[in-house]
């Protein structure tokens, strides 16, 4: 079962725009994680960042994380066309071991 | 280091065959994890081998198994398959159930005819 919801399903913008995705979850957790996939190949590791953390950057991503309201944000900023892609959250829930939780993910189409 | 390996990457089937799934993981890693992606349900955990355990199984059939061996390697097998068993199925590596990031594998596509 999927552990929360991704806002929106879809996005498109245009090149150097900046691009917001939102995910929500359901249980306390350990971490959450940013993955990107591109059409139907791995999922490319992005960003974690630590269920005591608020904010954590890396390039041009930024995550923020809100665990009163269970939710985190993922954005990416001055975007590019080989940014097209999807993008998935994924919660590390306490006491689940090493097993990831996926949300829907965003469908990220960049035009240039 | 290499990246994890998966084999095969394509397979057709036609329903009611088994099939088994290859899944070397990043040197020194123990931990792999196994997950199935599709259309309608999204990415779904299988389940997670450490030192050729089952740690964690997700929930899915009893025709959905696993096992690792010693080397770490670990292969998923789906036997009497269905139709809705079509879909993207991931291998993910870690050093030890207790690490964060999981390492991916480029999947492999199951057609099911």
């Known amino acids: 079962s999927q552990q929360g919801e991704e806002d929106p399903q879809a996005l498109s913008i245009q090149e150097g725009e900046n691009a917001t995705m939102n995910c929500s979850y359901k249980t306390s957790i350990n971490n959450l994680q940013w993955y990107r996939q591109n059409s139907g190949r791995g999922l490319v590791h992005l960003i974690l960042?630590?269920?005591?953390?608020r904010e954590k950057h890396s390039g041009r991503l930024r995550v923020t994380l809100d665990t009163s309201k269970k939710s985190s944000s993922l954005l990416i900023t001055a975007s590019r066309a080989a940014d097209t892609a999807s993008y998935f959250c994924?919660?590390?829930?306490?006491?689940?071991?090493?097993?990831?939780?996926f949300g829907q993910g965003t469908e990220l189409s960049v035009k240039p | 280091k290499a990246g994890v390996t998966q084999t095969p990457r394509y397979l057709i089937k036609t329903r009611g065959q088994q099939v088994t799934l290859s899944c070397s993981p990043i040197?020194?890693?123990?931990?792999v994890s196994w997950y199935q992606q599709t259309p309608g349900q999204g990415l779904q955990f299988l389940f997670e081998y450490f030192s050729e355990t089952q740690r964690n199984k997700g929930n899915f059939p009893g025709r959905f198994s696993g096992r690792q061996f010693s080397n770490s390697r670990s292969e998923m097998n789906v036997s009497t398959l269905e139709l809705g068993d079509s879909a993207l199925y991931l291998c993910?590596?870690?050093?030890?159930?207790?690490?964060?990031?999981?390492?991916f594998g480029p999947g492999t596509r199951l057609t099911v005819l």
């Open positions: 040197s020194g890693h123990r931990s």
């Open positions: 993910a590596s870690s050093r030890d159930p207790t690490s964060d990031t999981q390492y």
């Open positions: 994924a919660t590390d829930a306490r006491n689940q071991g090493g097993k990831l939780i």
């Open positions: 960042i630590r269920s005591n953390e």
